[in-house]
């Protein structure tokens, strides 16, 4: 089996010494992506603006990685309050519009994410081996 690669987008990194995401083999896992625009670095402000920029960073991650959005199998969700996810699922069907292809997700409470509103993380497996 190949050996673990950690994944970075330019810009968007974490207050921790830690990837956007790890590689091994066909299997990519991302640690927690936020509403934070990565050129600006500041938190967007409302869900839509925040939501739209976590699937951005999927996006940016997954092909950082050598894959497409088509190679995740499954995302979860937290949100800050339930009420937001019209703005989740416009980014959704965005994203994967067509129903007998999506990703499996799960969405769960934000308790504690300071300003943002949405955090999101995701687990892909991709065609072809890391070479």
Same mark, same amino acid.
């Given at each position: 089996?190949? *050996? +673990?690669?950690? @994944?970075? @987008? ?15 083999? #066909? ?22 603006? #925040? ?14 990685? *050598?894959?497409?959005?088509?190679? @995740?199998?499954?995302? =979860?969700?937290?949100? +800050? ?6 703005? %989740? =699922? ?15 997700? #799960? ?5 504690? *994410? *300071?300003?943002?509103?949405?955090? %999101? ?9 890391? +070479?």
């Amino acid at each position: 089996m190949a *050996g +673990r690669k950690a @994944i970075h @987008i330019d810009g968007f990194t974490h207050t921790n010494p830690i990837p956007n995401a790890a590689r091994i083999g #066909q299997v990519v896992v991302s640690g927690a992506l936020m509403g934070r625009d990565s050129r600006t670095g500041r938190i967007a402000d409302g869900i839509e603006a #925040q939501a739209a920029l976590v699937f951005r960073h999927m996006r940016d991650v997954i092909e950082a990685a *050598g894959g497409t959005t088509d190679d @995740i199998i499954k995302v =979860n969700v937290a949100l +800050r309050d339930y009420a937001n996810r019209d703005a %989740l =699922n416009a980014e959704w069907t965005r994203m994967f519009p067509d129903e007998a292809t999506r990703p499996a997700r #799960q969405t769960s409470p934000l308790a504690d *994410g *300071g300003p943002f509103l949405i955090h %999101l993380d995701f687990m892909a497996i991709l065609e072809t081996p890391a +070479r």
